[in-house]
T-cell receptor, first 109, second 112 residues
Framework: GIQVEQSPPDLILQEGANSTLRCNFS?????LQWFHQNPWGQLINLFY???GTKQNGRLSATTVATERYSLLYISSSQTTDSGVYFC???????????FGQGTELSVKP | KAGVTQTPRYLIKTRGQQVTLSCSPI?????VSWYQQTPGQGLQFLFE???????NKGNFPGRFSGRQFSNSRSEMNVSTLELGDSALYLC???????????FGQGTRLTVV
């Protein structure tokens, strides 16, 4: 089956710094999603990005489907950005998402 | 527009008992998927329902089952609970296959 790998596994930043999170996938995909898991466990949708670049405030994402990777950029990080970031891709039929292991981001004041 | 609603938010059960979790998808969404999240295994797919039919199932024992009703609400059931079933159970809804998935707040199950 398809493999999804995220890097780095952990990241510690000072408030105001920028960061790039990477998601590699082993097979071609129809779409890709980025999520932020909040401290209470809910997965918050960040981007639905099969290809190209999207921006939402301080966050942006780029997916290069032909090279099988996606990047999530966080600029001017804030303490509220802390948490775990996941990417996920669909696999086979029937609404199944395969998740990466996540990047745990900690932003220090 | 209301989001995905999962109930209950927290549960404590004893080994050997069974439990039922509920998920109400976003209005109009017909696909509901369930995931288990544990520290060791990450997020793992349990099963997916579309128009009351299970279309896909993950690699979990038969103790894990689910169903979907005509209003798209879904339930999952875990019988004969084991300590290892302690996890965060997340439900996702989407319009149909390969469209954006939206997750509920999860049900945190603790088995003692």
């Amino acid at each position: 089956g398809i493999q999804v790998e995220q890097s780095p596994p952990d990241l510690i930043l000072q408030e105001g710094a920028n960061s790039t999170l990477r998601c590699n996938f082993s097979d071609s995909v129809n779409n890709l999603q980025w999520f932020h898991q909040n401290p209470w466990g809910q997965l918050i949708n960040l981007f639905y990005i099969p290809s190209g670049t999207k921006q939402n405030g301080r966050l942006s994402a780029t997916t290069v489907a032909t090279e099988r990777y996606s990047l999530l950029y966080i600029s001017s990080s804030q303490t509220t950005d802390s948490g775990v970031y996941f990417c996920a891709v669909p696999y086979n039929q029937g609404g199944k998402l395969i998740f990466g292991q996540g990047t745990e981001l900690s932003v220090k004041p | 527009k209301a989001g995905v609603t999962q109930t209950p938010r927290y549960l404590i059960k004893t080994r050997g008992q069974q439990v039922t979790l509920s998920c109400s998808p976003i209005s109009g969404h017909r696909s509901v998927s369930w995931y288990q999240q544990t520290p060791g295994q990450g997020l793992q797919f349990l099963f997916e329902y579309f128009s009351e039919t299970q279309r896909n199932k993950g690699n979990f024992p038969g103790r894990f089952s689910g169903r979907q009703f005509s209003n798209s609400r879904s339930e999952m059931n875990v019988s004969t609970l084991e300590l290892g079933d302690s996890a965060l159970y997340l439900c996702a809804s989407s319009l149909r296959e390969n469209t954006e998935a939206f997750f509920g707040q999860g049900t945190r199950l603790t088995v003692v």
